[in-house]
């Protein structure tokens, strides 16, 4: 065997325990922090352009090596993963470490993915991207907030045979993260057919729905200028509320229903759940893998408005999209002059969904 190393120096691996990965069908489950504020690209081609995000004490900042590009959400699945797989560990009385080992396979079938050569090839880049994006944050720092700055990934290796196959994979995360999935209070369960959206947009607005609708019949609702802030998207406001008019359309997030509303010039989305097969990852789950799912590959599945005509090496890449790319322009551009809506008590709707909102707390949360 040869060890193809990333990193010469095993730095913090040496000092941690490993965390063999042995569960397989396990529920997965994402990452409150993560879920609704702009941590990752939306776009599948390479993003250099940062982001910068500010709501209250809430600051995120992402920044990109050209080299690399930005880590996506789909690069994103990889974190999904390790935190399913951490959780399920907890849940069962075994330790954790922030250092896991695992094959590529455990985890590309985990997540409904082909397990070919171009797709190890693909989560290598994956891994690249997250261990080269550097992210700041005032999250979880206290009531006097300071800065935190850190990669998704601190470091990775992979051990492959003289052959060039792999035969395994080491990584370690940053203890940001893992501090947020042991606590699991901080941790979703989320529907395996998330890994089954293609598009940038629809995933994150899966993620945001299962974070803030949740199980509330009543919903949330949010303006599209204050959405497309929280997204991070590239797009221009127009166009990305041109993309969540389409996504309305064909109504893809799992497990809820989306609708647009009007309040004099305001176009709303609300969100309300469906069903409520997902269950907080802190209470039992009986968990069902990828519910037999057929793996989507890089081709099975349709295209949507937010993909590129030629997309980057990411994890798990589509075909190409003859439509215009709305995700690629250089600088970030918001609305101005339109206060953030998020959760509005309104009654007045375009699409039959008439019903008072429960009363909020001053972080926007509804009340019991």
Known sequence: MTRHVLRADPGERQHLTPFVVTGSDIRPRDQRDLMERPFFSLAKTRRVAPIRYAS????????????????????????????????DAIDAGLATSRFLRFTPYQLLTATGRETGASDYRLLRGA?????????????????????????????????????????????????????????????????????????GIERWLYRVARKHAGRQAHGWIFDL???????????????????????????????????????????????????????????????????????IGRLHAGVSGDHTQNPQLSLWPESGNPAANLESNKTLTFEEGIPAVENLPVSRTATGVDAQKPPLNSLGESLP
């Open 56 to 87: 209250g004490n809430v600051r995120v900042e992402v920044h990109a090596v050209p080299e690399h590009g930005m880590a996506t959400i789909w690069d994103a699945d990889v974190l999904i993963w390790a935190a399913s797989q951490i959780v």
């Open 127 to 199: 891994l690249t991207r997250l261990q080269s994006t550097a992210v700041r944050t005032t999250i979880r720092q206290g009531e006097q907030w300071r800065r935190h700055q850190f990669s998704w990934i601190n470091e990775w290796e992979e051990l492959t045979l003289r052959d060039g196959r792999s035969a395994g994979m080491e990584l370690v995360l940053p203890d940001w993260f893992y501090r947020g999935v042991i606590d699991q209070s901080l941790v979703l369960g989320i529907d395996p057919a998330y890994f089954r959206l293609t598009g």
């Open 225 to 295: 200028p204050h959405l497309h802030e929280k997204s991070g998207s590239m797009a221009r406001v127009s166009d990305f509320a041109l993309q969540v008019r389409r996504i309305v359309l064909r109504q893809p997030i799992p497990g809820y229903r989306l609708s647009l509303e009007r309040i004099g010039r305001r176009e709303l989305l609300r969100i309300v759940v469906q069903d409520l097969s997902t269950n907080r990852a802190d209470q039992p789950v009986h968990g069902h893998g990828r519910s037999h799912a057929t793996s």
